[in-house]
């Protein structure tokens, strides 16, 4: 259960996580946004689509939220870089492990970068669907993500055109 001291340090140390990696985007009006956004993600929203987080994050619109995701210029690299730096300096303890998983994305259609049938461990059978491959950092006292890679079948790796398509 999250008390009062413990939703205040998680406050704190997100806006430490903010200012380290806000840089990253430039202009002010997208730092908050960024910040709004990952707020909404961690907060307590039923269904994490745009409406509801925008609507969480007290904006009338998901527009901006939308502009952050979809148009803003910055390199999710450099951010992840800067997120690992933050987790080395302010996490990292001798007893630390990486932990290793992927995940399955159940997909409709067949546009969206690496979509195929496939098996997916999430869904339990074979699906259509995406597969992404995440690295956790985790001590006995705190634990984060902190890298994420798209995982192609080889159906989408040997068809370039389809991969610059989507």
Same mark, same amino acid.
């Given at each position: 259960m999250?008390?009062?001291l413990?939703?205040?340090?998680?406050?704190?140390?997100?806006?430490?996580?903010f200012?380290?990696?806000?840089?990253?985007?430039?202009?002010?009006?997208?730092r908050?946004?960024?910040r709004?956004y990952?707020?909404?993600?961690l907060g307590?929203?039923?269904?994490?689509?745009?409406?509801?987080l925008a609507e969480? $994050?007290?904006?009338?619109t /998901?527009d901006g939220?939308? %502009?952050? =995701?979809?148009?803003a210029?910055?390199?999710?690299d +450099?951010?992840?870089?800067d997120?690992?730096?933050?987790?080395?300096?302010?996490?990292?303890?001798a007893?630390?492990?990486?932990?290793?998983?992927n995940?399955?994305?159940v997909?409709k259609?067949?546009?969206?970068?690496?979509?195929?049938?496939?098996?997916?461990g999430?869904?339990g059978?074979?699906?259509?669907?995406q597969?992404g491959?995440?690295?956790?950092? $985790?001590?006995?006292r705190? /634990?984060?993500?902190?890298? %994420?890679q =798209?995982y192609?079948?080889?159906?989408w790796?040997? +068809?370039?055109?389809?991969?610059?398509?989507?």
């Amino acid at each position: 259960m999250i008390d009062d001291l413990s939703d205040a340090t998680w406050d704190r140390e997100l806006d430490d996580l903010f200012l380290r990696i806000g840089h990253r985007l430039g202009r002010a009006d997208l730092r908050r946004r960024m910040r709004d956004y990952v707020r909404a993600l961690l907060g307590p929203v039923g269904r994490k689509n745009g409406w509801q987080l925008a609507e969480h $994050a007290g904006h009338r619109t /998901r527009d901006g939220l939308q %502009r952050l =995701l979809n148009g803003a210029t910055w390199n999710a690299d +450099d951010a992840r870089d800067d997120l690992q730096a933050y987790v080395a300096d302010e996490l990292g303890e001798a007893d630390g492990v990486l932990i290793l998983d992927n995940t399955g994305f159940v997909k409709k259609g067949t546009t969206s970068a690496g979509v195929q049938r496939q098996y997916s461990g999430t869904a339990g059978r074979t699906e259509n669907c995406q597969i992404g491959v995440f690295a956790a950092y $985790a001590t006995t006292r705190a /634990r984060a993500l902190v890298d %994420r890679q =798209l995982y192609p079948p080889k159906s989408w790796t040997d +068809d370039r055109e389809r991969c610059r398509a989507a």
